[in-house]
């Protein structure tokens, strides 16, 4: 049996300075962040693709639900638009100020809390929720034992993506090394302002991404316990449905959601 380990913050990058820089990288992506679909999708048939598979894995509707590392806000409008009563908590405030007038504009309640993930707001939550905030995470297991702390009859929601190829199946890192070659031609917009430093990237044990593994691996070994996986093939569906004829050939990556608790 292959073993996964789940890997802790390593103290000897100095974790302050490191959080401060990853706060800082995304306050100033706030600006930019939503120009890219895999951030923040706009076609409707997207959009209701997320919508039902956050109403399918999340208890009922009008459930509290604190959306972790929320960002500009995807999951936390979707949801308020459904009915959630919603606390958005993100470190980075350029990130919040986004959401709130997004929330503002569509005349939707969400609670935005600045604040780290080690440090959730207070409860009680009827649901955790994430999307691609783990794998930045300095210290991963403590924010998941502190999300339980604010939750602890609730669900967790961990919605992440094998995006970096590291650890994915041999088709998905084809398809990274084909999207590559095509964008040596195409040139894309980046996703991104810039770039992680060294130093930041040596203090994130899940850096580029967690492997599914290693996901329920973490989320086990955390006082959520027993985790299921469930891969988000709606989504995915949705998103090839709006790729151009050379990126629907190459196809995308897998979405995939660890849910635990009750
Ligand atoms: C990749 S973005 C994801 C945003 C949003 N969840 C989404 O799905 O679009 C990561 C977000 O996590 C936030 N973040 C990163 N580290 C954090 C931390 N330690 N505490 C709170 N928020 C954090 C960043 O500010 C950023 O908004």
Not at 126 to 135: F, K, Q
Not at 249 to 258: C, D, E, F, K, P
Request: hydrophobic fraction near 45%; proline fraction near 8%; glycine fraction near 8%.
């Amino acid at each position: 049996m292959r073993r996964i380990s789940v890997r802790g913050m390593r103290p000897e990058h100095g974790e302050a300075g490191v959080t401060d820089d990853i706060r800082d990288f995304w306050d100033i992506d706030a600006a930019t962040y939503d120009r890219s679909p895999s951030h923040y999708p706009q076609r409707p048939q997207e959009q209701a693709a997320w919508a039902a598979t956050l109403r399918r894995l999340l208890p009922e509707p009008p459930a509290a639900v604190l959306d972790m590392g929320a960002g500009t806000g995807f999951l936390s409008l979707l949801l308020a638009a459904q009915g959630y009563q919603v606390t958005a908590a993100d470190f980075a405030p350029g990130m919040l100020a986004r959401l709130k007038a997004k929330a503002a504009d569509r005349g939707l309640a969400v609670e935005a809390v600045q604040t780290d993930a080690v440090h959730p707001p207070a409860g009680p939550f009827d649901a955790v929720v994430e999307r691609h905030l783990a794998w930045t995470l300095p210290d991963p297991a403590s924010a998941l034992a502190a999300w339980h702390t604010v939750a602890p009859a609730g669900r967790l929601v961990l919605i992440e993506g094998s995006w970096s190829g590291r650890g994915a199946p041999t088709v998905d890192r084809l398809r990274l090394r084909a999207r590559a070659v095509a964008d040596l031609i195409r040139r894309p917009a980046p996703d991104h302002h810039g770039h992680y430093t060294a130093q930041m990237n040596a203090a994130l044990p899940y850096r580029g991404g967690l492997t599914p593994d290693e996901a329920v691996a973490l989320v086990e070994a955390s006082p959520w316990g027993r985790a299921r996986i469930e891969r988000l093939r709606d989504v995915e569906w949705a998103v090839t449905e709006g790729l151009g004829p050379l990126d629907s050939l190459i196809g995308t990556h897998a979405r995939w959601a660890v849910i635990a608790g009750r």
